[in-house]
């Protein structure tokens, strides 16, 4: 168990990975500022540096700017944990209505009840087609450099009981050529206003031998993912991390001293490339639908 | 340095993937059926082990193949392994003609001169470019699962003074929608009498990508890599390898005990996503061109 008791152990916790995963950053950024508000930290000076954090995260800042404008921002927060998991169980019941019976889903990085408060997006999906008795199966990505899908997903997998099998992300395309993969669904860090997804580094190419093999591409995530200010995927800062979550593995190096290394944590996937979005609110084919399912709902 | 007294010695070092790489297999193929030779061990019998442990490697059978056939097997492995390095140089001068002044070149795996008896296929084509004053730079896939890129292809480009950046197998994607890649060049472990090309598992989702992104897709082997009797890729045996290769690095577990994995070590490319063919005899369009051209050099 992590105790985070200041803006900055928390800010440590977010740069080093012990929180991640966009539904869990909304809730850990509005925690960030409760936590701020309770130690006498200026609210404004916390804000900005959780927000840079993560530059990428939607959620991130989207939880941080909820808490910043409530009048209690600790009960704001508690609100926003305590929606996320129903708001990922209607998310998921919704995903789930897309998957055909016995449906083969690739997955990238962790887009589960360990990147949420619970129940997951992406794997939430997956679970409540499992739950439904669809009996779907899981590619499991092993998600380079980080192994999100290796340490984080085939640990909820085998916990909650559904068949996966776990891949090098090299194994996507010889999958979908064999027939083997009926569908991929991954969650997403943010969307920008035409549809456009940063997600995790290695969707993009997803996405593409998706629709070269005719397979649908959906995105799972929670309305808070959305940012109608960020008009395209141009203008989502991309976050480049550290040379040795490529080069080194639990102490054991992986390549010569001193080369360099380009490590950028997410990619964009054009949304042209989306056959849906599943938020909370339903399937939707464009992002502006989304928000326009979201506002009348 | 390793010592091979036995066929059984060096198919142990085969599978080990001690020596690898389609050219270095042909030549150890030959030794292999010339060391039977040596120690009175049954030709026909060590042909079949020797084949058998790297079922994909057209340049194993072949080299196999040629020591059976000839008078000496000892005399034409010797003669193959001392081909082997002016075959590659002459394949990359011809490859270097189809680089542009400071091509970012995106390579998988590794073909260069740890893949061959010297010199190199794929990387044989950057370093005769880099020879010619063309200052290429070169994007290397780590290449999950063995990580032959990461550790073998950054150590020879390290030691030429070539430059380049190493990123996991994910970030091609986001490289080329950058346009940070000007050509993606490869080796191949066999290919098919139409052209489609197996090679290092991972190899066709940067073909699908390059295609995606118009950008030409080179693949650079000896010509004892075509195997005109394989009618298409289809055909081609694909190598499946132990889990562990995924599940754990350096004694490192990367995933829970008890995960299923599935680990093929080959996919294939379909021509129609190859640009070109680069032999030693020349840059051909198709397989049937390739051979054409060595049948009447």
């Known amino acids: 168990m992590l105790d985070c008791r200041s803006v900055d152990d928390l800010c440590a916790a977010i740069v080093g990975l012990a929180v991640r995963g966009a539904p869990a950053l909304g809730a850990a950024g509005a925690m960030g500022v409760a936590l701020a508000a309770a130690t006498g930290e200026p609210l404004d000076d916390a804000a900005r540096r959780l927000k840079?954090?993560?530059?990428?995260?939607?959620?991130?800042?989207?939880?941080?700017?909820?808490?910043?404008?409530?009048?209690d921002p600790a009960e704001e927060a508690v609100r926003i944990a305590a929606d996320d998991v129903a708001r990922n169980r209607r998310l998921g019941a919704h995903g789930a209505e897309l998957l055909?019976?016995?449906?083969?889903v690739l997955t990238h990085c962790n887009a589960g009840s360990l990147a949420c408060v619970g129940y997951g997006t992406a794997i939430g999906v997956v679970r409540a087609a499992h739950e439904s008795g669809r009996r779907p199966s899981v590619w499991v990505d092993e998600t380079r450099p980080v192994l999100q899908g290796?340490?984080?997903?085939?640990?909820?997998?085998?916990?909650?009981?559904?068949?996966?099998?776990?891949?090098?992300?090299?194994m996507a395309g010889s999958l979908m050529a064999g027939g083997e993969v009926d569908a991929v669904v991954v969650g997403a860090d943010r969307i920008a206003a035409n549809g456009d997804v940063a997600n995790k580094i290695g969707t993009y190419p997803l996405a593409v031998l998706a629709r070269h093999h005719d397979l649908p591409f959906y995105v799972a995530a929670p309305l808070s993912t959305f940012d109608p200010e960020c008009p395209d995927g141009s203008q989502i800062p991309i976050e480049r991390r550290d040379a040795?979550?490529?080069?080194?593995?639990?102490?054991?190096?992986?390549a010569p001293m001193g080369v360099q290394v380009e490590n950028r944590a997410f990619d964009v996937t054009p949304h042209e490339l989306v056959t849906a979005y599943v938020t909370e609110e339903g399937v939707a084919a464009t992002a502006v639908a989304a928000l326009d399912a979201a506002a009348s709902a």
Do not use: K, M, Y
């Open 52 to 71: 840079a954090t993560r530059p990428t995260a939607a959620n991130l800042a989207w939880g941080v700017e909820r808490a910043l404008a409530a009048s």
């Open 150 to 170: 290796g340490r984080l997903t085939a640990w909820e997998l085998q916990r909650l009981g559904i068949p996966f099998t776990l891949v090098a992300d090299v």
């Open 100 to 104: 055909p019976e016995e449906a083969r």
């Open 244 to 254: 040795d979550e490529v080069a080194v593995i639990g102490g054991h190096r992986l």
